[in-house]
């Protein structure tokens, strides 16, 4: 069974960062490519950064680049979302997922396993 566990959220403030882990158990973590998503009430989730498998390639959205960066520790089955420079904006649960193959997306239906998220809210 595929268990992903983000922890590391909370509160923080406008210009504070934040480093969002998953842990991940129940497949090979080294032969996927994962990713992040964040979802506030109301809306669908939206894409926020993808990794490969090896790390080597990443993604993000533009609302986040040069804020946020995606990395992953295959040794010990943990993917992280360094968050900095944050906005109020940012608010949301954030979601970590498991890809169905090796390259990193930014296509919601490319993920077969989800966390259960983990609340960021930012104040301003």
């Known amino acids: 069974q595929v268990r992903l566990v983000e922890s590391g959220g909370g509160p923080v403030q406008a210009g504070g960062s934040l480093r969002l882990s998953c842990a991940a158990s129940g497949r090979t973590f080294s032969n996927y490519a994962m990713g992040w998503f964040r979802q506030v009430p109301g809306s669908e989730r939206q894409f926020v950064a993808t990794?490969?498998?090896?790390?080597?390639?990443?993604n993000y959205a533009d609302f986040v680049k040069g804020r946020f960066t995606i990395s992953r520790d295959n040794a010990k089955n943990t993917v992280y979302l360094q968050m900095d420079a944050l906005k109020p904006e940012d608010t949301a649960v954030y979601y970590c997922?498991?890809?169905?193959?090796?390259?990193?997306?930014?296509?919601?239906?490319?993920?077969?396993?989800w966390g259960q998220g983990t609340q960021v809210t930012v104040s301003s």
């Open positions: 990794i490969s498998w090896t790390g080597r390639s990443t």
């Open positions: 997922a498991s890809a169905t193959s090796y390259s990193g997306t930014n296509s919601r239906e490319l993920y077969d396993y």
